[in-house]
């Protein structure tokens, strides 16, 4: 069974950093495109940053260019998102999610079927 399961949210000031991780069971997560997502009060869930399978591209949306860095370590079957230079706008509930095997472009949001439970990351003074 894949599962997923996020961790590393919390209550950060502006200006602060986070690392989330999204630990996978049930499959090797280094063959799959792997995607962070957000979801804010009254808005959308948006795709934040994804990875493409065997790490064949990465994407960041425009928003957070320059502030995250995703990886993942296939040795512990885990993704990270690292966040830095936190915003108040950043606060939401983060989605870690999985898309299909082999797939190389990542930006694909169709593709990603398996998703964690979330963590929320507040951003506030």
């Known amino acids: 069974q894949l599962t997923l399961v996020e961790s590393g949210g919390d209550v950060v000031q502006p200006g602060g950093s986070l690392r989330l991780t999204c630990a996978a069971t049930?499959?090797?997560?280094?063959?799959?495109?792997v995607g962070w997502f957000r979801e804010a009060p009254g808005r959308e869930r948006e795709m934040v940053s994804c990875i493409g399978s065997q790490d064949w591209n990465t994407w960041y949306t425009e928003s957070v260019q320059g502030r995250v860095t995703i990886s993942r370590d296939s040795d512990s079957n885990t993704a990270y998102l690292e966040m830095t230079s936190l915003k108040p706008e950043d606060t939401a509930v983060y989605y870690c999610a999985v898309g299909k095997f082999l797939q190389k472009v990542c930006e694909e949001k169709a593709t990603y079927s398996y998703w964690g439970q979330g963590t929320l990351v507040t951003v506030s003074s």
């Open positions: 049930g499959f090797s997560i280094y063959y799959y495109n």
